[in-house]
């Protein structure tokens, strides 16, 4: 699977999509400088790679796209891991083919957008909140991890909805766990947690209407026609053929 998922994924990241959309270009400004996540903190889990690795390679296009790249494949292990822990190692084996085969993960893995990071970011949250709750040794680094992953997807849009329903579950089911936890490794893990969310509070002081963005809530709600509209573009873009 893994094999087959870094060839799929990786050939032809400069050919497959000729030139740049769009969103592409939206990407490539915000990555001309280093993207300070004390100034525009939505999807820096995104843009800070992005810039490094456009750096590395010297061309922030094909960085950007290489960071896309790798951040499908980590979804496929999660979607991997998540569906054996659910299931069996066949029906995981299963999922995860059809995942890296579909097309639309073709799609978002060679384009230079956050959408990779919009499908790793629940995949993240979901596999670290599954390690802990299955956890019978190691549950205090699975409790840490669950803490860094929740910290960093609460930088990706509508993912704050999830971390409260993940937090919710872990006080429901979870409950004895946590009190077999150490006070100070309680304490830790939640300085871990507001470490890696201090650029996030500094950014939304300043700027505090990425609150919208981090929620899902538009600036503008669109009319029903240009829902309509967005949903047959969608649906054609999928099937027949893209404007893009």
Same mark, same amino acid.
């Given at each position: 699977?893994?094999?087959?998922?870094?060839?799929? $994924?990786?050939?032809?990241?400069?050919?497959?999509?000729?030139?740049?959309?769009?969103?592409?270009?939206?990407?490539?400004?915000?990555?001309?400088?280093? +993207?300070?996540?004390?100034?525009?903190?939505?999807?820096?889990? &995104?843009?800070? +790679?992005? &810039?490094?690795?456009?750096?590395?390679?010297?061309?922030?296009?094909?960085?950007?796209?290489?960071?896309?790249?790798?951040?499908?494949?980590?979804?496929?292990?999660?979607?991997?891991?998540?569906?054996?822990?659910?299931?069996?190692?066949?029906?995981?084996?299963?999922?995860?083919?059809?995942?890296?085969?579909?097309?639309?993960?073709?799609?978002?893995?060679?384009?230079?957008?956050?959408?990779?990071?919009?499908?790793?970011?629940?995949?993240?949250?979901?596999?670290?909140?599954?390690?802990?709750?299955?956890?019978?040794? &190691?549950?205090?680094?699975?409790?840490?991890?669950?803490?860094?992953?929740?910290?960093?997807?609460?930088?990706?849009?509508?993912?704050?909805?999830?971390?409260?329903?993940?937090?919710?579950?872990?006080?429901?089911?979870?409950?004895?766990?946590?009190?077999? $936890?150490?006070?100070?490794?309680?304490?830790?893990?939640?300085?871990?947690?507001?470490?890696?969310?201090? +650029?996030?509070?500094?950014? $939304?002081?300043?700027?505090?209407?990425?609150?919208?963005?981090?929620?899902?809530?538009?600036?503008?709600?669109?009319?029903?026609?240009?829902?309509?509209?967005?949903?047959?573009?969608?649906?054609?873009?999928?099937?027949?053929?893209?404007?893009?």
């Amino acid at each position: 699977i893994a094999t087959l998922a870094v060839i799929t $994924l990786s050939l032809q990241l400069n050919s497959v999509i000729d030139g740049q959309n769009k969103y592409e270009t939206a990407t490539l400004t915000q990555i001309s400088t280093f +993207p300070d996540p004390t100034y525009r903190a939505v999807n820096a889990p &995104y843009m800070i +790679p992005a &810039y490094l690795m456009g750096q590395a390679v010297d061309d922030p296009l094909l960085g950007a796209r290489i960071v896309s790249v790798i951040y499908i494949l980590l979804s496929t292990a999660f979607i991997f891991y998540i569906i054996k822990s659910w299931f069996n190692i066949r029906m995981a084996t299963i999922g995860s083919l059809l995942f890296i085969t579909s097309s639309w993960v073709l799609a978002i893995s060679h384009q230079a957008t956050p959408l990779s990071l919009l499908v790793l970011a629940p995949l993240l949250s979901m596999s670290a909140l599954v390690w802990y709750l299955r956890a019978t040794k &190691y549950k205090t680094v699975a409790f840490f991890v669950l803490a860094l992953a929740l910290g960093i997807v609460a930088y990706v849009p509508y993912m704050l909805w999830i971390i409260a329903v993940s937090i919710l579950i872990i006080f429901i089911f979870s409950r004895g766990k946590l009190h077999d $936890l150490k006070t100070s490794q309680l304490i830790s893990a939640s300085i871990l947690y507001f470490l890696v969310l201090f +650029p996030l509070m500094l950014s $939304l002081t300043k700027f505090p209407g990425q609150i919208k963005e981090l929620l899902g809530i538009p600036f503008v709600f669109p009319s029903i026609a240009e829902y309509l509209q967005r949903s047959v573009d969608t649906i054609t873009s999928l099937f027949i053929y893209s404007k893009e």
